[in-house]
């Protein structure tokens, strides 16, 4: 099983359709965002997820001020979560945070086999103590580089990808 990962694309629209472009063509089982979409406007870029039939969960970032909108218009999408949120998919324990600062603790903990963050706008993939994941910044406005990971959940091995 793979899940694909995007975070921080911070209503930067021509990266956004393109990520979720990748996405759809690559048809991962499960879509995930690690937050910081901003406006809920961007719910409409994600139709090739939901047009390809993949499920989706999400988590507010910092800068998701509007809440109550993006879950509304996200909700034909998937649910967007409150941060932090733990749940199981392919058989494994996944955390899905945004910011950084408990990530080192939570992977420590033994909870979790894989912990997914966002928030630095830096790749991050670590193997130890658990997989460790950022799959960097979605919208390429701070390191140049738009990215999104894909990480298999039977291997537990991480491609990021440059879109």
């Not at 998701?64 to 392919?90: K, M, S, T």
């Not at 494994?92 to 600062?101: A, V």
Request: net charge negative; aromatic share 10%; proline share 4%.
């Amino acid at each position: 099983m793979v899940l694909g990962l995007i975070s921080d694309t911070h209503d930067r629209l021509d990266k956004l359709e393109q990520g979720v472009a990748l996405l759809a063509t690559r048809r991962p089982d499960l879509v995930v965002h690690a937050g910081d979409f901003i406006s809920p406007f961007t719910a409409r870029y994600f139709k090739p997820v939901t047009d390809a039939g993949l499920p989706f969960v999400g988590i507010f970032g910092n800068n998701d001020g509007e809440r109550f909108g993006l879950r509304r218009l996200y909700e034909h999408v998937g649910v967007i979560h409150e941060d932090p949120h733990a749940f199981e998919f392919g058989g494994r324990r996944i955390l899905l945070t945004h910011k950084e600062i408990l990530v080192d603790s939570l992977a420590r903990s033994g909870d979790y086999d894989i912990v997914l963050y966002g928030h630095t706008h830096r790749v991050d993939v670590r193997t130890e103590p658990c997989l460790i994941v950022n799959p960097g910044e979605g919208c390429g406005w701070l390191t140049g580089k738009a990215t999104l990971a894909f990480i298999d959940l039977d291997a537990l091995k991480t491609e990021i990808v440059e879109f």
